[in-house]
């Protein structure tokens, strides 16, 4: 029977299958890894409409509860991006009488914090009661919900339309995206706009970031299948732009039709992917083609410095490198244990592949000969703060696009 296009409820047609694989950012202890959950990761393209999608999905409750590992504060390049986001808002949008802005999945409070203390009416929608707990602690306010229809029917009835509805890094999270629609219909002013920044699918292309695949990421969008998407549900794609965040985002702007002028910047970014034929049949067959020599060259390189008796860790333990790890099938023996800066995935194991999570100091204090380089969208910060481990001889490597020692 295969897929259905959760868009357009066209057939989706598989290009990669990184095999079995637990959720992202299920951090275990030892005494939890019997039993841990496991679904087939496998992504495809709608032949109708061409949206990138999983193949099978993990219920929303599975991946989103009070013990989602994912602070969007950890680093401080995140901390500086939403800040900016914020006051461009502030200045830009939110400068009517007494505006209000949602935020869905406004996950630690990064971004909505600044409002907060700009003294601006705000709501945070987010099911994760963990990390809903430190917004609130920064004077955000946060209702413990999934945003669908219904929250977003209540949030109208209780405190009127929003001028700007934003998500960052959670839109391509939603798999019911019809509800998800509607509840923008019924939240959204007249002349408000739907703002939401997201990992592009031209950049993992291009970029071969296979890792950005994993249970969480239902959606890979692009600008021409976030247009379709939505002028499907009544709405208009107005503006969309390149962020530096993850590796390489797009910020897309969704308007009710004909309430805002359409950007130049978005008709050049449509026109580069007709160009680039990012959503070609053929492009997605040589993703997967090079994925598979990527997980081959990564594990050839590890077994051969086993070999030669030189160390190995692996620096950052982000969604991403359980993905990679457990797509690899790496385990301790070529990599003994990863670094993470989060006091929450410390002590705990890696999804997946179990690797052990340890503090940076693990790294610091015993410079290994080499460290896989997991949070490598973060790699200019990690490389800056680590300039000792070079300086001491050792070896960063990188495995997108290719496997690279620096
Ligand atoms: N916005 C932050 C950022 O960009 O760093 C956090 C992103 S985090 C990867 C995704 C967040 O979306 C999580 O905090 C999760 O609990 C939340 N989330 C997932 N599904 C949601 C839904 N249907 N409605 C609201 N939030 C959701
Ligand atoms: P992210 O790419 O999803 O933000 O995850 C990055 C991970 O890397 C997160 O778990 C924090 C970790 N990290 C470090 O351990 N040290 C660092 O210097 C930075 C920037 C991130
Ligand atoms: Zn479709």
Redesign the pocket.
């Known amino acids: 029977m295969g897929t259905k296009c959760r868009v357009c409820g066209g057939q989706v047609a598989e290009f990669v299958d990184l095999g079995n694989q637990p959720t992202a950012n299920g951090f275990l202890l030892p005494h939890e890894v019997d039993g841990e959950f496991r679904f087939r990761l496998a992504v495809g393209a709608c032949e109708s409409c061409t949206m990138v999608q999983l193949m099978e999905e993990v219920p929303?409750e599975l991946?989103?509860h009070a013990g989602?590992r994912?602070q969007?504060s950890g680093s401080a390049g995140?901390r500086k991006h939403?800040r900016a986001d914020a006051e461009w808002f502030l200045a830009n949008e939110l400068t009517g009488g007494d505006p209000f802005i949602v935020?869905?999945?406004?996950?630690d409070g990064?971004?909505l914090s600044a409002i907060a203390e700009a003294g601006v009416r705000h709501l945070g929608?987010?099911?994760?009661g963990n990390?809903a707990e430190l917004a609130r602690a920064k004077g955000v306010q946060v209702l413990s919900?999934?945003?669908?229809e219904e929250t977003a029917t209540a949030v109208r009835g209780a405190h009127g339309a929003a001028d700007v509805i934003f998500?960052?890094?959670?839109i391509c999270?939603?798999a019911h995206v019809e509800s998800l629609f509607r509840g923008i219909d019924a939240l959204l002013s007249e002349d408000g706009i739907f703002v939401f920044?997201e990992p592009y699918l031209g950049t993992i292309i291009d970029g071969m970031a296979f890792d950005q695949i994993y249970d969480?990421h239902v959606f890979y969008f692009s600008a021409g299948s976030v247009r379709r998407m939505a002028e499907r549900f009544g709405f208009e794609l107005v503006h969309a732009e390149h962020i530096a965040m993850h590796g390489g985002e797009v910020r897309y702007t969704i308007a009710r039709p004909g309430a805002r002028t359409k950007s130049a910047a978005l008709d050049a970014l449509l026109a580069e992917e007709e160009a680039g034929k990012l959503s070609e049949p053929l492009t997605f067959a040589r993703f997967g083609r090079n994925v598979e020599r990527i997980r081959d060259d990564l594990v050839g390189l590890l077994t051969h410095l086993r070999a030669q008796g030189k160390t190995v860790v692996g620096y950052g333990a982000p969604g991403k490198s359980s993905t990679v790890t457990t797509y690899c099938g790496i385990t301790t023996d070529l990599i003994p244990f990863v670094v993470d800066s989060t006091p929450g995935k410390q002590g705990h194991l890696l999804p997946g592949s179990h690797l052990p999570v340890k503090p940076p100091s693990a790294f610091s204090e015993d410079y290994p000969d080499y460290a896989v380089l997991f949070a490598w969208n973060h790699a200019a910060e990690i490389m800056a703060n680590e300039q000792a481990f070079r300086a001491a001889g050792g070896k960063w490597i990188r495995f997108v696009p290719e496997v690279e020692v620096l």
């Open positions: 929303q991946r989103y989602y994912y969007a995140h939403f935020e869905i999945g406004c996950n990064v971004m929608v987010e099911p994760s990390v919900a999934f945003f669908d998500g960052a890094n959670t999270h939603i920044e969480e």
